[in-house]
């Protein structure tokens, strides 16, 4: 049995850190960007100096990332004195997965040529770890897709 770690497999769009993987600061202040909006702009436009000031994110990156989130079609913008930002859907139907992957891309941290149909990997038929890296990222995929922004708004409300 061979026991391969393919020299394809590699870390991607996020840092590794000490013992753990960790998302760009655009999946973080962007995830909390867009819950602020979800639960804030439910009734009206909400400008990005507001969602600025109660998550402490700039406004400059602010813009960086709602463009991101407007090109995905999660947000609407607003021009004019009572513009702002909304959520392009409802909040029950968007995932922190379909946010997180609007900012970050794709949130697969091991890419590996074995677990990949369109790729080939010399290795792969003898390859075990190719199990390891398929179970981490679609635990990954799971746990992001099956928590809604609906969920989140919900309880961001209850502490409010």
Known sequence: MVLCVCDKSRL???EFRGDRLKLSTKGKYGLRA????AVWGEEK??????IAERQEIS????????AKLKKAGLVKSLRGVNGGYTVAKPVEEISVGDVLRALEGDLTPVECAGIDSNRQCS???QCVSKIVWKRINDSINDTV???????????????I
């Open 12 to 14: 991607k769009h996020s």
């Open 34 to 37: 867009f819950i602020d909006l």
């Open 45 to 50: 436009p909400v400008a990005l100096n507001s």
């Open 59 to 66: 406004v400059s990156y602010l813009e960086q990332l709602m």
């Open 123 to 125: 290795s792969s038929a």
């Open 145 to 159: 897709n099956s928590i809604y922004i609906g969920e989140l708004v919900k309880e961001s409300k209850r502490q």
